[in-house]
């Protein structure tokens, strides 16, 4: 919905600026590509920012699904590690090799 939006306005800018503004054509060529290049790259790193996002998701949804996670050439699972919510971190347990140990889950597989 979002993109539609952003269309739309996009549109009325271009537009504006073929009938409001006494550019020459090639300011307004210049004009257009730069917005066209803004725009992708906010779409691109949208598109970025969802596909780490999902990738966080699914090693949190294996780790609670008891399975191991591998992390930094290391296996985490339930049984060495806590996850802690609200920085997406695996934490060593106590009584383990990996007490204190933290591992973020963006750097999983």
Do not use: W
Not at 10 to 27: D, I, N, P, V, W
Not at 65 to 87: A, F, H, M, P, R
């Amino acid at each position: 919905m979002a993109y539609i939006f952003s269309a739309i306005i996009a549109g009325l800018f271009f537009l504006a600026l073929h009938y409001f503004t006494e550019f020459t054509k090639l300011q307004k060529i210049t004009v257009t590509t730069i917005l066209l290049a803004i725009i992708l790259s906010a779409i691109l790193y949208n598109s970025y920012s969802n596909a780490q996002s999902q990738k966080m998701l699914e090693a949190v949804r294996k780790f609670e699904q008891n399975k191991t996670v591998k992390c930094k050439n290391e296996d985490v699972n339930s049984t060495n590690y806590t996850l802690s919510i609200g920085t997406y971190t695996f934490i060593g347990k106590h009584n383990t090799p990996y007490f204190n140990q933290m591992i973020s889950v963006s750097e999983c597989e």
